[in-house]
């Protein structure tokens, strides 16, 4: 069952991620993205939550590729 979690999990942040035009948002999506894989596979919500929002907030300032501001 934590397989099918974190595969959907996966799949909602991948079908959302060409959605997102700025750095809070993606901010915001990294954290539940982050929070809800950490807790389909047994980590910490809050530390998943964390890393993904940080990601998420800085992934244009490291030039990762399809991540920047409209």
Do not use: E, H
Not at 7 to 25: F, M, R
């Amino acid at each position: 069952m934590q397989w099918f979690k974190f595969t959907a999990a996966i799949a909602v942040a991948v079908a959302l991620s060409g959605c997102l035009q700025n750095d809070a948002q993606r901010g915001v999506a990294g954290a539940v993205g982050g929070g809800a894989i950490a807790g389909a596979t047994g980590g910490s919500v809050a530390t998943g939550a964390l890393i993904g929002g940080a990601a998420g907030v800085f992934c244009r300032d490291l030039n990762v590729p399809g991540c920047r501001n409209n």
